[in-house]
């Protein structure tokens, strides 16, 4: 808390700096000046964006994916597709392994219903999962909702968000920030009759699945973007500082917890921790892959994923932005830094790796992971 006189020393700080900047604008719009600051107003992005020759990729990596000639007409074969019913962690399950699934060969729209907020700064990234034919999602507002997934009817909504201008109240009043520009991010997964919800509020929640009712709320000391896993009585999730947490599914207290590196700049995306057996992988902003014994929260083993190749200075990014997969013993793990690799989910021994650099999950099929690069390119690979 702050108190009142540390209050003002830093309000009169304050003052004093956007008085600089009213100067210092001298022609230009001293609210743009100052707005800027905390994030800058509706017409920052056409004001301060740059030419399009000056422009830098932050995918561009110094790799290129090439098939391998000694493959060259092999045949590819992936399990006998099955229907899937439920999706209730994002990723699909706890391992995020769920091979061949069936689908029509003609995709058509069978209903369409508003599911909540989100605007061009504040993305809509939350992944939806389903359970017992009912669709759970988050929106940008901290808002879940439940809906039938035969009729796209809503069965119910709750609100989570704090008030912004109690918790984030300086930011609040000089740049107007609205709820979804902060609480945008996080998601939602299912156990045991109860949907768990991270929020980039900075907070983890837990409601019951048929009512929406909130059960408990437990606070985090920053920004929760990506979304939960909850496997065997335990939620686990990843903060924007990248702490790893453990809760109690129950209770909501605090079982666990790591502290891996701190990096200043990360992916917005939807990754989330996999867990199979008695063990936990999560994935890390600095490309680092933890396996973690999921009752205690013993370290296992670790193994760091990042760069092999000159990279621009904005795409040295290592984040490992897609989930992690679990499949008969082996941890399947890309980095945007160009590392695919399979881990012994043991030992922690890798057992063969690619230069691939992505985003996205890969996706096991039996004996071949299909994976996108961030060039958009699709790659199959032989386990």
Known sequence: ??????????????LAVMAFLLIASCGSNPISAVTGIFGGGDDEKGDNAPEEDDRISILALDLEVTADPRYAGAKVTIPPSYVNQSWPQPGGEADHTLHHIGATLEFKTLW???????????????????????????????????????????????ELA????????????????????????????????????????????????????EIWR?????????????????????TNTNEFIALNQETGEKEWTFQSFEEAARFLSASSPAAAGDLVVAPFSSGEVVAFIADTGRSVWNETLVSQTRLTALASLNDIAGSPVIDRGLVFVVSHGGRLAAIDIRTGKVAWEASIASLQMPWVAGDFIFIVS??????????
């Open 1 to 14: 808390m702050i108190r009142v006189s540390n209050w003002r020393f830093c309000l009169r700080n304050l």
């Open 112 to 158: 369409k219903t508003d599911i909540g907020d989100a605007s061009e700064r504040a993305k809509l990234t939350s992944p939806p999962i389903v359970v017992s034919n009912r669709i759970y999602v988050l929106d940008a507002e901290a808002k879940v909702s439940s809906i039938d997934a035969e009729t796209g009817k809503r069965v119910w909504r709750t």
């Open 162 to 213: 704090p008030d912004i201008k109690q918790r984030f109240r300086l930011r609040e009043v000089l740049s107007r920030t609205k709820a979804a520009e902060i609480g945008f991010g996080g998601g939602v997964a299912f156990d045991q009759g109860r949907i768990f919800v991270t929020s980039g509020f900075g907070f983890v929640a837990a409601l019951d699945a048929l009512s929406g009712e």
């Open 218 to 238: 437990f606070e985090t000391s920053s920004a929760v973007r990506t979304p939960p896993t909850a496997y065997r009585g335990k939620v686990y999730f990843t």
């Open 374 to 383: 961030v060039d958009g390119e699709l790659a199959c690979i032989s386990r």
